[in-house]
């Protein structure tokens, strides 16, 4: 018989304000703990040194975390113009540095050109993977290797302030898997002068906004307490960017078994994913056809 998995079984999303120093994982750790809960993750790493919303997922919400991390998402970074170094932030090695300043202007019209559709070389130091092994171990043991460019939707990129001629201000929304570090690294190269990232802020992602989140301050001293419960979001606030359908009763019931339903839906395009809900609870993940969701993926309540 298979062991059973420790913990309460709780659903829901708890929308953190991570401060600097800690892992996206240390995070996720510390509110399983705190919330007794069986099962946890996140929707979308951190580096350790960035702060702001990280999504923490519980039980059967972790099932709607594809949803998040392909949502956009804001940064607020700060770039520091003049200085490369070897993991794109100012943990690293300083490799180069440069006397150039650009102007304001010339940011702006750099800055133009990592609008819409992009290609971006992750940094050295990073989590993909290289061969089956991820890249920051290589770079830790200095082999030489080269990350591949891979696609990034900027939807809006820009200067919002400017500190000191040294330092830059920008914030970007973006889609899925986008290297803040690498655009600092990009932007320091098109202007000719060289950057890295020294600040980093989630500001949202998806449906979660960083101005809303817990602190860890708060999760310690409200640990294994009701209050902290009460800090928990519905597992439905992570579809909020698919559209919904209603599920009859006996549609409920077949989609619970993770058979085709039927459910009743207005502006669903044939084909198209959506997820049901019956008595306001979230039943399944799929796609209409005809009057019918056919599950992929189903919650149990």
Known sequence: MARRAKGRNISGWLVVDKPAGLTSTAVVNKVKWALEARKAGHAGTLDPEATGVLAIALGEATKTVPHITE???????????????????????????????????????????????????????????????????????????????????????????????????????????????????????????????????RLWS???????????????????????DAHLRPLEDGLADLPGVTATPEGAARLRNGNPGMVIASGVEYGEECWA????????????KAGELHPSRVFNP
């Open 206 to 228: 998806g449906p979660f906004d960083a101005a809303e989140g817990i602190d860890m301050a708060t999760i310690e001293a409200l640990a294994r307490t009701p209050e902290l």
């Open 277 to 288: 809900a019956h008595e306001g609870r979230a039943v399944a993940i799929g796609r209409y």
């Open 71 to 201: 949502a956009l998402k804001a940064y607020a970074f700060t770039v520091r113009l003049g200085v490369a170094t070897d993991t794109d932030d100012a943990e690293g090695r300083v490799t180069a540095e440069s006397a150039a300043r650009p102007s304001d202007d010339e940011i702006k019209h750099a800055l133009a050109t990592f609008l819409g559709d992009i290609m971006q070389v992750p940094p050295r130091y990073s989590a993909v993977k290289i061969d089956g092994e991820r890249a920051y171990k290589r770079a830790r043991d200095d082999e030489d290797f080269e990350t591949t460019a891979r696609p990034l939707w900027v939807e809006e990129i820009l200067l919002a302030g400017r500190p000191d001629p040294d330092h830059a201000v920008i914030e970007m929304t973006c889609g899925k898997g986008g290297y803040v570090r690498a655009i600092a690294r990009d932007l320091g190269q098109a202007l000719g002068c060289l950057g890295h990232v020294v600040t980093l802020r």
